[in-house]
């Protein structure tokens, strides 16, 4: 069991998904810079494809993804229209360099889309990327995933998919504004597998409102039944003053630090007792997993999407609000639909915000990311004094050692992990509201 030190959980912490985060995103890099990156590509370098679709049958309340009600289906056509002309546009500056390994979809939910919209925005982008064998995935509303999607599934050669379930219990659902059986999630499951999915995730939350301890178990419980590859486990994360829908949520109803800390820690011990693999401070898969394998050979990275095995320094974003990653940028589209399409529209790359990334930010995110991915990494030799203190905090609680120079996380330091790398981050304090709790 772990031990809950709450002074060490006070300051609210980014999830670090990318260093610097997105709170340091500004208008100072738009679509020169994102333009200019990619004419560096050379020949033959590894790339990754992120396709947003923001639109949703039905919007969850607890989600904080850049999504809405899909609505008429001229609103989804005109939106594929402009994702359209941006593959056009952004593969004309690649002008065949680069080499694209991976496709990833992600939203909102891409099967918000007819499926033959997605066989031809798939085909749309393995030809004008050259993209030969690509390993795609897929996240899915499981409410919404009709036998022509599996067909389409099963055509396409997805082998990556992911589901949104959040938790089987009832009374849950209904609090969060997502009502799915469990019946509806085990055929699906069932049906994926047979339609060539290897690797399968399920996304569960603690934290949530009117949620217990049993409750959780029991989610945890019927999900590790299924035998997904992948199970990720998240906080929820209530930030109504950020995320307005959140505000239909009863904040009253929401477990206590105290209560979310032993939920995550049952949840852990749970998986681990049925044979996951704990991949980063969130995640689990079973060992023959390749990011469970990434995790045991120090190749585990962590970029938007998450703890992910892709390696591919070079993740291009497409659609509204998708971010992408440069070794020296990051750049994120207009997050608006009607501003992205706009943008297209005149001929210009919806690139709205971002942040370079000079060789101090990229040092600091190496080490952050280490901490995380690997539970270690080498001290840096400009350690400060309040730095050296910090850990000391955690030293003393025996969460980490941090003997010839290197930070070491001890297994109990797994829910204090985001809290020990924001120790590196000389940006937090300009930004720590913006951020929820570690737990």
């Not at 546009?89 to 007819?114: H, T, W």
């Not at 070491?408 to 985001?418: D, Q, S, T, V």
Request: one cysteine or more; a neutral charge; aromatic letters at 8%.
């Amino acid at each position: 069991m772990w031990t809950h030190y709450p002074d060490l959980l006070q300051r609210p912490v980014p999830r670090y998904t990318s260093y610097p985060t997105a709170a340091d995103f500004n208008d100072s890099v738009g679509p020169e810079a994102v333009a200019e990156a990619l004419r560096l590509i050379g020949p033959g370098t590894a790339l990754s494809l992120y396709v947003h679709i923001p639109f949703c049958e039905e919007i969850c309340w607890y989600c904080g993804c850049n999504t809405a009600r899909a609505g008429k289906q001229s609103r989804l056509s005109a939106y594929l229209e402009a994702l359209y002309r941006e593959v056009e546009m952004i593969s004309g500056l690649l002008e065949g360099r680069g080499r694209v390994r991976r496709i990833s979809f992600g939203g909102g939910s891409p099967n918000a889309l007819d499926p033959l919209d997605f066989v031809r925005l798939l085909g749309d982008l393995t030809v004008a990327f050259g993209a030969e064998e690509p390993l795609i995935s897929l996240e899915l509303d499981p409410r919404r995933l009709t036998p022509g999607w599996l067909r389409v599934i099963e055509a396409a050669r997805v082998t990556n998919a992911s589901l949104g379930v959040q938790t089987f219990d009832p009374a849950v659902q209904q609090a969060i504004g997502r009502v799915q059986p469990l019946d509806v999630i085990t055929t699906l499951a069932r049906r994926l597998r047979d339609a060539g999915v290897k690797s399968l995730n399920v996304d569960l939350m603690y934290g949530l409102p009117g949620q217990d301890l049993t409750s959780l178990i029991d989610t945890v419980r019927l999900a590790a039944e299924m035998r997904p590859d992948r199970i990720a486990l998240f906080g929820y994360a209530h930030v109504p003053g950020v995320i307005a829908r959140q505000r239909r949520i009863d904040a009253s109803a929401l477990p206590d630090e105290a209560e979310r800390f032993l939920m995550a820690n049952v949840g852990h011990d749970y998986l681990l007792t049925q044979g996951y693999r704990p991949v980063g401070f969130d995640h689990f898969a079973l060992p023959p997993d390749p990011v469970a394998m990434a995790a045991r050979t120090h190749r585990l990275h962590r970029n938007f999407q998450g703890f992910t095995d892709d390696d591919a320094e070079h993740l291009i974003g497409l659609g509204a609000s998708a971010i992408s990653e440069f070794p020296g940028l990051y750049a994120q589209n207009a997050k608006n639909v009607g501003a992205y399409r706009a943008a297209i529209s005149s001929g210009q790359l919806p690139v709205e915000r971002g942040v370079r990334r000079d060789a101090e930010s990229r040092a600091c995110g190496a080490l952050i990311s280490a901490i995380l991915c690997h539970g270690e990494a080498t001290l840096p030799p400009s350690i400060t004094t309040e730095q050296k203190d910090q850990l000391d905090r955690f030293a003393q609680r025996g969460l980490i050692s941090t003997a010839s120079g290197i930070v070491r996380l001890k297994p109990a330091a797994a829910p204090y992990a985001r809290t020990i790398a924001a120790i590196f981050d000389p940006r937090l304090a300009d930004h720590h509201q913006r951020f929820s709790a570690p737990v």
